[in-house]
């Protein structure tokens, strides 16, 4: 098995959990209003949080340039984003001290955690390429969808929209490469595969915080 067909065997799943999530047909049907967006803006930073640390340890423990470059640069993107992300949090009236203190969502950022200490490079690097496939069109249909409605911040829609409706390439093409070097190494692709099935849970762990569910 080859990158290009742990991607594709994948993507059913990826589609299946784009499907799963409700939050866009919630905002164009008005159910959705300023309290989602700020449990939003909330999970956001809670996965962010949690992120900055898996990467950094992958990194740590994958020190071989391709795995190290890859997650290297997914977490230099993910510090990229904060910023924007703060600016989308002042829109709905939160300041960094309103997120830190919000106990549900610690809980959140603690099982979005991917256990970065247990994870080889290609399971990382599976789970990242689909958990990003998820979001992105997520994110992007709601942006769309939110554009419309007229009811979304301005702020909120430029950090959904900054992702873009796909992986960015350099992650995209990360991702295969790492695959690449973690199949060349002799990693198992049925137990690559099996590990970034573990997105489900999050998926539904961060959407249910979100819609208060």
Known sequence: MNPEELIERMRPEVDR?????DITPRLRAKETGR????????????CQEAELVSYGL?????RHEIPARFFGTTLHLVAQARGQLRLAA???????????TAPAAARLGRA??????????????????SDLSVWCTVFAELAEAGR??????????????????QPP???????????SYALAQGENPERILDFSHQLASSVSTYWDYVIGR
């Open 169 to 179: 390439t350099e992650l995209a093409d990360g991702a295969r490469e790492v695959l």
């Open 90 to 100: 002042r829109s709905v009236g939160l300041e960094p001290e309103d997120m830190t």
């Open 112 to 129: 979005m955690s991917m256990p970065a200490m247990l994870t080889e490079p290609g399971e990382a690097a599976l789970y990242l390429h």
């Open 148 to 165: 419309q409605s007229g009811d979304v911040p301005k702020e909120i829609l430029d950090y959904l929209e900054s992702w873009g409706p």
């Open 17 to 21: 959990l784009v499907s799963s999530v």
């Open 58 to 62: 992958l990194i740590g423990r994958h």
């Open 35 to 46: 309290e989602e967006l700020r449990r939003l803006v909330i999970a956001e930073f809670y």
